[in-house]
């Protein structure tokens, strides 16, 4: 690989850590935020929906903003949009401001989502896929962190979002610095393939989209798994705490553990792909899974329950990226953007959705019942992906 395409892949993975700084903000700041805006504790869900929303919209529009404006200026649009956004976090004093603000947050999140999956999709190995997705969980750990230091030491959430903006603007900045490298990278891929078709074809009308095979399962793959994904972050501290009897706040750290599985299996994933497929690391991540949930099932042992989130977290580590990067063979180059925006959307509906239902099953049943909620959606999933590579088979 060159040195031009190596310096543009640390830019890339910057602006992967840049997206995933702000999007676990929310949460860590909430029990001080709701308390100053005055507002129930329960309105988080509408700023979460309301970001959600955009970034369903943006990731449906990347298709054709991309091939408009192109990768490089998208991105560094998209960053400096959301670092605005954060600005506007900083100095919002009612629950209001904070909702109107939270739309260019959701849209552009989700142009940069799909517009660099799409192009390390196309332009670099399957293990630099997973490394991206590395870093995004980086910056999940690096933003509540920064948050939880100001909060300790004096400062209010306020000026949390507000050293966040500057962070964001600075990344904004060095991506805006980094275009020649996009253009110059686009200029040596010109005769290539997947530069032809990535950059000059006409957007795909999302009808059309629809009509080709594979399109549903893989849709339904990435609804799946998100739900996994999301379920477990939301509702797993309340799992341990209420049904395998540890305490609130040893639950609220061991929750974590799911995140750092996520992401340091993403970390050791981009090795394993020098050895294994796409489709047999979603396979294995699918098998991890299981085996985590299953510990989480047995209702003896909080080590197995400690053992199962990690597992959970591990086994998902590598079913996101390796999709993102499979998109390319099983469909085509030409249709990959419209397809990786349609898959984010996708992903994002079942952020939304899946959790909340849970929650319904918690609030009228009983919590215990989130392995078997985990487990019924995990089958579903591994039966539409295995439908897929059937159907994309070359």
Same mark, same amino acid.
């Given at each position: 690989?060159? @040195? ?95 909702? !109107? ?32 997705? $590395? ?26 979002? @507000? ?24 200029? !040596?891929?010109?005769?290539?393939? $997947? %530069? ?27 609804? $799946? ?40 299996? @993403? ?25 985590? !949930? ?21 086994? $998902? ?69 295995? @439908?897929?590579?059937?159907?994309? %088979?070359?």
């Amino acid at each position: 690989m060159t @040195r031009m395409k190596l310096l543009l892949l640390a830019v890339i993975y910057l602006a992967f850590i840049g997206l995933g700084l702000p999007d676990s903000l929310l949460g860590s700041a909430w029990p001080s935020m709701y308390e100053d805006l005055n507002t129930p504790v329960s309105y988080a869900g509408i700023i979460s929906m309301t970001i959600a929303v955009g970034t369903i919209i943006s990731s449906l529009l990347s298709d054709r903003l991309t091939k408009i404006i192109k990768t490089g200026k998208i991105t560094a649009i998209s960053t400096a949009v959301m670092a605005i956004s954060m600005f506007g976090f900083s100095i919002s004093n009612s629950f209001i401001a904070l909702w !109107i603000w939270a739309i260019p947050y959701g849209l552009g999140a989700g142009s940069v989502d799909a517009a660099l999956n799409n192009y390390v999709a196309l332009h670099y190995p399957s293990r630099h896929m997973s490394w991206l997705h $590395c870093m995004w969980g980086i910056g999940t750990i690096v933003g509540p962190s920064v948050m939880g230091y100001m909060l300790t030491n004096g400062n209010n959430w306020n000026t949390g979002y @507000r050293l966040m903006s500057i962070i964001q603007i600075i990344i904004a900045i060095i991506l805006v610095i980094s275009l020649p490298l996009w253009q110059k990278n686009d200029s !040596i891929n010109a005769d290539s393939n $997947c %530069e032809q078709l990535d950059e000059k074809s006409k957007p795909i009308p999302l009808r059309e989209l629809f009509k080709i095979p594979g399109v549903t399962e893989v849709m339904l793959t990435f609804f $799946c798994y998100c739900a996994i994904e999301s379920t477990t972050m939301l509702w797993s501290s309340t799992y341990l705490a209420l049904y395998k009897g540890i305490s609130a706040d040893t639950a609220a750290t061991l929750a974590s553990l799911f995140f750092i599985g996520i992401t340091a299996g @993403r970390a050791v994933n981009g090795f394993l792909t020098y050895k294994f497929s796409d489709t047999q690391m979603v396979r294995i991540g699918q098998a991890v899974i299981l085996a985590g !949930i299953i510990a989480l099932l047995i209702p003896y042992g909080k080590i197995l329950s400690i053992l199962g989130l990690i597992l959970v977290g591990i086994g $998902c580590a590598p079913i996101y990226p390796c999709i993102i990067h499979s998109t390319p063979s099983h469909f085509g180059s030409d249709k990959s953007q419209a397809l990786i925006g349609v898959q984010m959307a996708s992903a994002y509906v079942g952020t939304c959705l899946m959790p909340p239902v849970f929650g319904l099953i918690a609030n009228n049943i009983t919590i215990s019942l989130l392995p078997a909620y985990l487990i019924i959606i995990l089958f579903l999933m591994i039966t539409v992906h295995e @439908r897929l590579v059937r159907k994309t %088979e070359k």
